[in-house]
């Protein structure tokens, strides 16, 4: 405990009418200026500009201030702002603690002007019973290993993955598929340039295959993640592919004699592949992979005809999987995305019709690699169709799937019409669509001339029912055209339904053994919606792509180069300071009972010679050995039990 | 003081990765709710000490609220499970010593949900009402 009597400031902040709006500031200044220890007590229209910091600085040097209270905004947004101003009069950073009388008061009481400043008040009288029992921390560097591992190897990892690799340091490129490229291979055209998907990222892939600095792990799932920022221990689990990738010449005579045909996933299940396969034709690394839940069995008793016609011996039946430990300074995770299930949406009929399709089985359909070489045809007769019918919004912006926009169906869905009356002008196109959604740059003008120039029809209304003509073989359409206010019918042959995008179902899983959150939408939550939006509430993870929410290839890899800058950032630095929250254990009253080791979840904590000892670097300071210890021997470091028992006497002093 | 005057105070421990997050996302979603509670951050909801939440009782709060990570979210693994075992002892202790265990509340409140913040105040708030100021306000229990 510091000997010197705490000399408190109090900075209250109006941020423009967000605060001063709700709450009587005048007031709330005039009562800080009572509390116990507080010199001084000012507001300020917005604390954390250069002004306000300038203010806190003066009246810290004239006062000699040492301690400081902001009431303003959530400390998750500029707690670290704060502290930076403290250290630049020379103070211990960790002499400072926030009221939240904004997110917490004056926006969720905004109403309750008198309730709100009653709070307020509470709020600030907290957090200064709270900073007079403050002790000056010193903030540890620690060391970050020079590498990065990279989760996901769409279009977002492989670029990610990229610049960091260029830039001279290790990457581990992780993907669960057999090879990189993600949705973005699958894609035949991109808009709203209209060029090729393939030829713009299969040089990409190219890179990253053959890249010094880039170790790729495909087939492989990161399994554990353990320690913190700058010192990660990743355990990945290579899936056995029964394949010697090295040895492997993609020569094809496996497939001659595999005898099993599995419905393709690369075509979205409108062609076949063999049991040993390659995902496609451009796949990195380009070897063939066996998938054991379709083969017979890896015996010649069973099959084994593969092996006997693998001549480069490169089929290896016996191979196991194999765990990878990685020491990592820094990881980006770059999941990417999953097509909303059409099978959900049951009056659209997908699955009960051949002829309703999801937009990616279109998308393989118009691909010159795709299983009817770039052939537009009806499933049900093989014949070429003469109308087809867009839905929008399948799974998106609909309270019983996914209340969210997804983004890119609509320029998806015009793109596609516009290919499809470039290759066919006698076959019609119709959109029925909530909004077209033309955002992007050059988009809206995309939007424009599909509209006027290519003789797209646009139906403004939510499709009802997807139904079986009752005369012949074609598909009705119902809805309601909200331009005409009545119900339309249109007789399609073929209808496409705009899929939306949705957070892969293995997310849930990663962001556990990542300990990220996820926003109410499935997705990964960074650490701030505006200013932090590549960065996540764990130090030293990132992320990037359609993992973070809905996003086209721009956006993508925009925010891929972004956490690659984010990362790097940390990696060539080396270090990187951490908050020294760990628990400090008091030996006088340490009786060695070990409730405290049984209690730690990071083995942080043992009793050595009838004393705990904390080591430190393994400390999180989450404090459960604290609340646990009997006799109140061990606490973490800035929530002391005297620090929280501050606030809650100042809470109810009156009351006592 | 009159019934109809009378405010419960709440006190709202919240773990700053989860709960805390849910109570700034009501904010940044102006969600309204009613001005009872006041929030202490902790890092985990398994800091909050059991002599917290009896010293609060004790200085006559008419309510605690814990609010931490979903099960399986925890940000360290596993401290809400140790809260959750703590509570459950608590309130029998509570019921020992003659306080309503329902002042005692756990909730499990994600980053995301700042509806659940929300609703939650006004459902404790509500239920706090129900059962009146702390009895110790009173000169103790019976």
């Given at each position: 405990?510091?000997?010197?009597?705490?000399?408190?400031?109090?900075?209250?902040?109006?941020?423009?009418?967000?605060?001063?709006?709700?709450?009587?500031?005048?007031?709330?200044?005039?009562?800080?200026?009572?509390?116990?220890?507080?010199?001084?007590?000012?507001?300020?229209?917005?604390?954390?500009?250069?002004?306000?910091?300038?203010?806190?600085?003066?009246?810290?040097?004239?006062?000699?201030?040492?301690?400081?209270?902001?009431?303003?905004?959530?400390?998750?947004?500029?707690?670290?702002?704060?502290?930076?101003?403290?250290?630049?009069?020379?103070?211990?950073?960790?002499?400072?603690?926030?009221?939240?009388?904004?997110?917490?008061?004056?926006?969720?009481?905004?109403?309750?002007?008198?309730?709100?400043?009653?709070?307020?008040?509470?709020?600030?009288?907290?957090?200064?019973?709270?900073?007079?029992?403050?002790?000056?921390?010193?903030?540890?560097?620690v060391?970050?290993?020079?590498?990065v591992?990279?989760?996901?190897?769409?279009?977002?990892?492989?670029?990610?993955?990229?610049?960091?690799?260029?830039a001279?340091?290790k990457?581990?490129?992780?993907?669960?598929?057999?090879?990189?490229?993600?949705?973005?291979?699958?894609?035949?055209?991109?808009?709203?340039?209209?060029?090729?998907?393939?030829?713009?990222?299969?040089?990409?892939?190219?890179?990253?295959?053959?890249?010094?600095n880039?170790?790729?792990?495909?087939?492989?799932?990161?399994?554990?993640?353990?320690?913190?920022?700058?010192?990660?221990?990743?355990?990945?689990?290579?899936?056995?592919?029964?394949?010697?990738?090295?040895?492997?010449?993609?020569?094809?005579?496996?497939?001659?004699?595999?005898?099993?045909?599995?419905?393709?996933?690369f075509?979205?299940?409108?062609?076949?592949?063999?049991?040993?396969?390659?995902?496609?034709?451009?796949?990195?690394?380009?070897?063939?992979?066996?998938?054991?839940?379709?083969?017979?069995?890896?015996?010649?008793?069973?099959?084994?005809?593969?092996?006997?016609?693998?001549?480069?011996?490169?089929?290896n039946?016996?191979?196991?999987?194999?765990?990878?430990?990685?020491?990592?300074?820094?990881?980006?995770?770059?999941?990417?995305?999953?097509?909303?299930?059409?099978?959900?949406?049951?009056?659209?009929?997908?699955?009960?019709?051949?002829?309703?399709?999801?937009?990616?089985?279109?998308?393989?359909?118009?691909?010159?690699?795709?299983?009817?070489?770039?052939?537009?045809?009806?499933?049900?007769?093989?014949?070429?169709?003469?109308?087809v019918?867009?839905?929008?919004?399948?799974?998106?912006?609909?309270?019983?799937?996914?209340?969210?926009?997804?983004?890119?169906?609509?320029?998806?869905?015009?793109?596609?019409?516009?290919?499809?009356?470039?290759?066919?002008?006698?076959?019609?196109?119709?959109?029925?669509?909530?909004?077209?959604?033309?955002?992007?740059?050059?988009y809206?003008?995309?939007?424009?001339?599909?509209?006027?120039?290519?003789?797209?029809?646009?139906?403004?209304?939510?499709?009802?029912?997807?139904?079986?003509?009752?005369?012949?073989?074609?598909?009705?359409?119902?809805?309601?055209?909200?331009?005409?206010?009545?119900?339309?019918?249109?007789?399609?042959?073929?209808?496409?339904?705009?899929?939306?995008?949705?957070?892969?179902?293995?997310?849930?899983?990663?962001?556990?053994?990542?300990?990220?959150?996820?926003?109410?939408?499935?997705?990964?939550?960074?650490?701030?919606?505006?200013?932090?939006?590549?960065?996540?509430n764990?130090?030293?993870?990132?992320?990037?792509?359609?993992?973070?929410?809905?996003?086209?290839?721009?956006?993508?890899?925009?925010?891929?180069?972004?956490a690659?800058?984010?990362?790097?950032?940390?990696?060539?630095?080396?270090?990187?300071?951490v908050?020294?929250?760990?628990?400090?254990?008091?030996?006088?009253?340490?009786?060695?009972?070990?409730?405290?080791?049984?209690?730690?979840?990071?083995?942080?904590?043992?009793?050595?010679?009838?004393?705990?000892?904390?080591?430190?670097?393994?400390?999180?300071?989450?404090?459960?050995?604290?609340?646990?210890?009997?006799?109140?021997?061990?606490?973490?470091?800035?929530?002391?039990?005297?620090?929280?028992i501050?606030?809650?006497?100042?809470?109810?002093?009156?009351?006592? | 003081?009159?019934?109809?005057?009378?405010?419960?105070?709440?006190?709202?421990f919240?773990c700053?990765?989860?709960?805390?997050?849910?109570?700034?996302?009501?904010?940044?979603?102006?969600?309204?709710?009613?001005?009872?509670?006041?929030?202490?951050?902790?890092?985990?909801?398994?800091?909050?000490?059991?002599?917290?939440?009896?010293?609060?009782?004790k200085?006559?709060?008419?309510?605690?609220?814990?609010?931490?990570?979903?099960?399986?979210?925890?940000?360290?693994?596993?401290?809400?499970?140790?809260?959750?075992?703590?509570?459950?002892?608590?309130k029998?202790?509570?019921?020992?010593?003659?306080?309503?265990?329902?002042?005692?509340?756990?909730?499990?409140?994600?980053?995301?949900?700042?509806?659940?913040f929300?609703?939650t105040?006004?459902?404790?708030?509500?239920?706090?009402?129900?059962?009146?100021?702390?009895?110790?306000?009173?000169?103790?229990?019976?």
């Amino acid at each position: 405990m510091s000997t010197e009597q705490p000399k408190i400031g109090v900075f209250i902040c109006h941020c423009g009418s967000n605060i001063a709006g709700v709450i009587d500031i005048p007031k709330l200044v005039e009562y800080a200026a009572t509390l116990p220890h507080v010199i001084v007590a000012e507001d300020y229209r917005y604390m954390c500009s250069d002004p306000g910091q300038d203010l806190i600085k003066e009246r810290a040097r004239e006062k000699g201030l040492n301690r400081v209270v902001v009431a303003a905004c959530s400390p998750t947004l500029h707690e670290p702002t704060f502290r930076r101003v403290l250290e630049n009069v020379g103070l211990n950073p960790f002499f400072f603690d926030m009221s939240n009388i904004r997110e917490h008061c004056s926006w969720v009481h905004t109403h309750e002007e008198e309730a709100a400043l009653e709070k307020a008040k509470d709020l600030v009288k907290m957090a200064v019973a709270r900073a007079a029992e403050l002790e000056p921390l010193e903030q540890k560097e620690v060391d970050v290993k020079a590498n990065v591992l990279v989760v996901g190897a769409g279009i977002s990892g492989i670029q990610a993955a990229l610049d960091i690799a260029d830039a001279g340091y290790k990457v581990y490129l992780v993907e669960k598929e057999a090879s990189i490229g993600g949705h973005m291979a699958q894609l035949d055209k991109t808009f709203p340039t209209l060029d090729c998907s393939s030829c713009i990222l299969t040089p990409k892939m190219s890179l990253v295959g053959q890249h010094p600095n880039i170790e790729l792990l495909t087939y492989s799932e990161v399994r554990e993640v353990e320690g913190f920022v700058g010192n990660f221990k990743v355990k990945v689990e290579k899936k056995p592919k029964y394949v010697i990738e090295d040895k492997c010449t993609a020569c094809a005579d496996c497939l001659e004699v595999c005898p099993v045909n599995v419905p393709d996933e690369f075509n979205s299940g409108l062609g076949w592949r063999k049991a040993i396969y390659i995902p496609f034709a451009q796949a990195v690394p380009n070897a063939y992979v066996l998938d054991t839940d379709h083969c017979l069995g890896m015996t010649p008793i069973a099959c084994g005809k593969c092996k006997d016609a693998c001549e480069a011996e490169a089929i290896n039946y016996e191979m196991k999987p194999e765990i990878l430990e990685l020491d990592i300074g820094a990881i980006i995770v770059a999941t990417g995305f999953e097509l909303f299930d059409a099978m959900k949406q049951l009056e659209y009929g997908y699955g009960k019709y051949p002829d309703v399709m999801t937009n990616l089985e279109m998308e393989r359909m118009l691909s010159a690699a795709g299983p009817t070489e770039g052939k537009i045809l009806r499933p049900s007769t093989m014949k070429k169709p003469k109308h087809v019918a867009y839905i929008q919004c399948v799974g998106s912006r609909n309270e019983r799937y996914n209340a969210y926009c997804s983004r890119v169906c609509c320029m998806a869905a015009l793109k596609q019409a516009r290919q499809i009356r470039e290759k066919y002008p006698d076959i019609q196109v119709t959109i029925f669509y909530i909004d077209m959604r033309a955002f992007g740059k050059g988009y809206e003008e995309f939007y424009e001339t599909t509209a006027r120039e290519h003789g797209v029809t646009f139906v403004r209304g939510r499709v009802s029912e997807v139904r079986g003509s009752f005369d012949s073989d074609k598909i009705v359409v119902r809805a309601e055209d909200t331009f005409l206010a009545q119900p339309v019918e249109a007789e399609a042959d073929i209808v496409v339904l705009s899929c939306g995008i949705e957070a892969p179902k293995g997310l849930p899983d990663l962001a556990r053994v990542l300990g990220l959150q996820r926003s109410a939408d499935g997705f990964l939550l960074e650490a701030h919606p505006k200013l932090r939006p590549v960065e996540t509430n764990t130090d030293g993870i990132f992320i990037a792509g359609a993992a973070q929410g809905p996003k086209d290839i721009p956006d993508s890899v925009a925010q891929a180069k972004g956490a690659a800058a984010s990362a790097l950032g940390m990696v060539v630095a080396g270090h990187v300071k951490v908050q020294p929250y760990a628990a400090v254990v008091n030996e006088d009253l340490c009786a060695g009972c070990g409730i405290c080791e049984a209690s730690c979840p990071y083995d942080a904590v043992k009793v050595v010679d009838d004393r705990a000892q904390v080591t430190e670097a393994q400390c999180k300071g989450c404090g459960t050995c604290a609340a646990a210890c009997p006799n109140q021997a061990i606490a973490p470091q800035h929530f002391t039990m005297e620090q929280i028992i501050a606030q809650l006497d100042a809470l109810f002093q009156e009351a006592k | 003081m009159t019934d109809k005057d009378w405010e419960p105070k709440i006190v709202c421990f919240a773990c700053r990765w989860c709960s805390y997050a849910g109570a700034d996302m009501a904010g940044t979603s102006r969600i309204q709710y009613p001005a009872n509670a006041r929030v202490i951050r902790v890092n985990c909801s398994g800091r909050v000490d059991p002599q917290f939440i009896l010293r609060a009782l004790k200085l006559k709060a008419d309510g605690v609220l814990i609010a931490g990570c979903h099960f399986g979210d925890c940000h360290y693994i596993s401290g809400n499970y140790q809260t959750s075992r703590r509570v459950a002892l608590l309130k029998e202790y509570l019921k020992e010593i003659g306080l309503e265990p329902e002042r005692l509340r756990l909730e499990w409140i994600s980053a995301a949900e700042g509806h659940k913040f929300a609703d939650t105040m006004k459902s404790f708030v509500n239920e706090i009402k129900l059962l009146g100021p702390n009895p110790l306000a009173n000169g103790g229990p019976e």
